[in-house]
């Protein structure tokens, strides 16, 4: 897909990864638009922020149709708002893990389920849902984040089959530590020069956006590399 031009929602823009694609995805000459809880740092013509909580369907579904009133159309979205906790089951507050669930594995939904039928009408679309290692093998006193990162997984899965006939592609990322801000809130974590760099995991993004109509990256899984 050349990119040029292409219409593209990235959650969690704000920060981290997802600020990073977006700053790629522009430099590609897409229409950029943010869905962030706090403000996206970003000034460019082709850029457009909305400060929301993607956890919150009523928010997702009155932004998208601003969204979709000044585009008409969607081609890419790229669910990448989330966040983790570093505790034991028995330690993780009930609300807490509610609310991750709303917002990594809701928010995915939301925003999905109201895009698809647009991407329908188009026969073309693609979808790049971010996972993580954690929704591939567990990780002690990560449950429920593993929790979160399984569902996602296991949503592409099956959505790359429903949306195939309709000329949607489905990309599933699974990445390892990312050397972003995410570790911030984990006691005793920080983030460190052997974990990837957010560029490189948004370059491997922008790859599989790019693939031609014959190619269908399905899962990519990407990790560190370093012997320490």
């Known amino acids: 897909m050349n990119l040029k031009n292409k219409v593209v929602i990235v959650t969690g823009s704000s920060k981290g990864l997802g600020l990073v694609v977006t700053k790629q995805l522009l430099s590609e000459g897409a229409f950029v638009i943010g869905f962030s809880r706090n403000q996206t ?53 009930s609300k807490l893990m509610r609310k991750m669930f709303e917002t990594n594995v809701f928010g995915v939904f939301y925003l999905t389920k109201i895009a698809v039928p647009y991407m329908k009408k188009a026969q073309q679309g693609h979808i790049i849902n971010i996972s993580s290692i954690a929704g591939i093998i567990g990780i002690e006193n990560m449950s429920v984040y593993n929790g979160t990162k399984f569902a996602i997984k296991g949503m592409s899965e099956s959505l790359y089959k429903e949306l195939r006939p309709h000329g949607i592609k489905v990309t599933c990322i699974l990445p390892g530590s990312i050397k972003t801000d995410f570790f911030n809130d984990f006691e005793g974590y920080t983030a460190s020069n052997t974990m990837m760099n957010p560029k490189d995991v948004a370059d491997s993004i922008v790859y599989c956006l790019k693939s031609s109509a014959t190619f269908h990256p399905i899962n990519l899984e990407i990790r560190p590399f370093n012997s320490l």
Not at 50 to 70: C, H, M, N, P, W
């Open 41 to 93: 740092s970003i000034a460019d013509p082709n850029f457009t922020g909305y400060r929301l909580d993607v956890g919150d369907e009523d928010a997702v579904v009155k932004t998208f149709s601003q969204v979709i009133e000044k585009y008409k159309t969607i081609d890419i979205i790229i669910n990448n708002a989330g966040f983790g906790s570093y505790d034991g089951l028995e330690e993780t507050d």
